[in-house]
């Protein structure tokens, strides 16, 4: 048993009390309208995502959640409804991924064959209607000319690319919600953006200019963790770019890195740094995804992260000061528990829903677990480290650790029962405490089942003030991601107080906040 004293003396609380975290928000059964979240950057400015990708395709198993074979994905009815909720959601942008797939099309086309029934609207269309009635704005693909392997050094392939776009204008250049181009070159920059890819790129753009000049072009090309950014290269060929906006893949879902996070927060930084040497927006395209089995695998599904990783990935993108985040994506991955048209894994899908809408409603430990993530947080106390104990000292020295398991900053808690003994020093009202602690199967490091909170006037009789089941989430094979377990709704007198678990695989725990406060 391990069994730890720490002396702390406490400040004043400084954060407002706030409503319990199981909260099932609405979904489509409310005028979205009426009911709309509005877009706005938390406290601490980290920016809330406010675009997807629409994908009408199912093309593998990767889809097997996102555009399942069960049922019609043509249906206009079902996009409509997901435009609602998308909307109601704080989405603004709507980005197609294709309007066509195997020579066929998803719109009206006279070029190719229909996938969807002649007598029903067109999925396109019923998205750009429902986008234009909730004032969204929608990016038109020009894929795909064959399928979701288009090679546009393949001269037929950027003809019919050339021509889908050129359809498109001529029925949709004036619609109230289209608002630009999506064009599918999701080349590598690795390690730099190839020639050839700048040429499609700028190909694509110069047709969609003289098509649609008051529409923007898009580009979300991946690679930033092979990516060369010490080669004067690698600007110069974003420079010859005639896009308005790259939203770069941040590919911690594509596990692009042991750890991802960490690396990303330097990325995101080299690439503000050459954007503003560009004329060309910087948006994060944050992956919501993890992989049901194997990683870039075809034959793995597409399932919803945990959100602790997504917002840790807002995070790191709103410091480095990108222009927007939009996502690979919500649509199928993160859904409304009350949806009529129930996409995306079941369960999981609805959790990490009602995550993200506690973060933008601030309910349950969403700010604070964003305010450590900034580093930000700190106990609402001035703290007396008495222990010399320096494996000890991360837990209360305001460092927080990242998600990475050689971080010297976790404090590292093998099998078995432990303790950790708080004296205040004086009678303190006790309100909140808020634990960290990584989880990472891969390592074998995850959280305790329960975690027990005991409160003490004189270090001797405990009573216990608090029972908290720790976070589960289940698509845990490849990321690594930091939760927060917070008492709340505390509120009494106390000089002692401590908290007790029984790990039944090592715990990583970096800091525990007492009565936190956002610095």
Not at 158 to 167: A, D, N, P, S, Y
Request: with cysteine; glycine share 4%; proline share 5%.
């Amino acid at each position: 048993m391990k069994r730890i004293f720490l002396p702390i003396l406490l400040g004043v609380l400084m954060i407002s009390a706030v409503l319990p975290s199981a909260v099932v928000f609405a979904g489509n059964d409310v005028p979205g309208r009426q009911r709309k979240q509005k877009v706005k950057e938390s406290v601490l400015r980290v920016k809330p995502i406010t675009g997807t990708w629409i994908n009408l395709a199912y093309k593998d198993v990767r889809n097997r959640y996102t555009n399942p074979q069960s049922f019609d994905n043509t249906d206009p009815e079902l996009w409509k409804a997901k435009v609602r909720e998308l909307s109601a959601m704080g989405i603004e942008y709507l980005v197609f991924m294709e309007v066509a797939n195997e020579s066929k099309a998803y719109y009206p086309s006279q070029l190719m064959p229909w996938w969807y029934d002649k007598d029903k609207q067109s999925p396109v269309e019923a998205i750009l209607d429902e986008a234009a009635r909730y004032d969204m704005k929608v990016f038109m693909s020009t894929g795909w000319a064959k399928d979701q392997d288009d090679n546009l050094q393949d001269p037929a392939i950027k003809q019919r690319q050339l021509q889908i776009m050129e359809e498109l204008a001529v029925f949709y250049k004036n619609h109230k919600a289209f608002y630009g181009w999506y064009l599918p070159v999701e080349d590598c920059l690795c390690p730099i953006f190839a020639e050839h890819a700048v040429q499609s790129v700028n190909a694509l753009t110069k047709k969609a200019r003289a098509l649609t000049p008051d529409k923007k072009t898009l580009i979300s090309p991946y690679g930033i963790g092979l990516s060369d950014f010490d080669n004067p290269e690698y600007e110069k060929q974003l420079a010859k770019l005639k896009v308005d906006i790259i939203a770069y893949q941040d590919e911690v879902g594509c596990v692009r890195d042991k750890f991802m996070l960490p690396r990303l927060k330097k990325t995101w930084k080299r690439l503000r740094d050459i954007h503003n040497r560009l004329n060309i927006e910087m948006w994060a395209n944050c992956e919501t995804f993890t992989w049901e089995q194997g990683t870039n695998d075809r034959s793995s599904a597409l399932i919803p992260a945990a959100y602790p990783r997504l917002l840790s990935q807002q995070v790191a993108a709103s410091v480095a000061g990108v222009d927007r985040i939009i996502s690979f994506m919500v649509c199928g991955i993160i859904e409304s528990p009350t949806s009529t048209y129930q996409l995306g894994q079941p369960v999981w899908s609805h959790k990490v829903y009602n995550d993200y809408m506690a973060w933008k409603r601030r309910i349950g430990c969403w700010q604070l677990a964003e305010a450590a993530f900034m580093e930000r947080l700190a106990n609402g106390a001035t703290i007396d480290m008495v222990l010399g104990k320096a494996d000890l000292k991360a837990l209360l020295d305001g460092r927080v650790a990242e998600e990475d398991s050689k971080d010297a900053r976790w404090v590292k808690f093998e099998k078995g029962y432990h303790e950790l003994v708080v004296d205040l020093q004086k009678k303190t009202r006790l309100r909140k405490v808020m634990l960290r602690m990584l989880d990472y199967n891969l390592d074998g490091i995850g959280m305790p089942l329960k975690v027990y909170l005991f409160t003490s006037l004189d270090g001797k009789e405990y009573r216990l003030a608090s029972i908290k089941d720790t976070p589960h989430f289940p698509n845990n094979r490849h990321d690594a991601w930091i939760e927060n377990l917070l008492f709340d709704q505390l509120d009494e007198s106390i000089r002692y107080m401590k908290v007790a678990f029984e790990a039944s695989q090592q715990v990583y725990m970096d800091e525990l906040f007492v009565n936190p406060v956002i610095k």
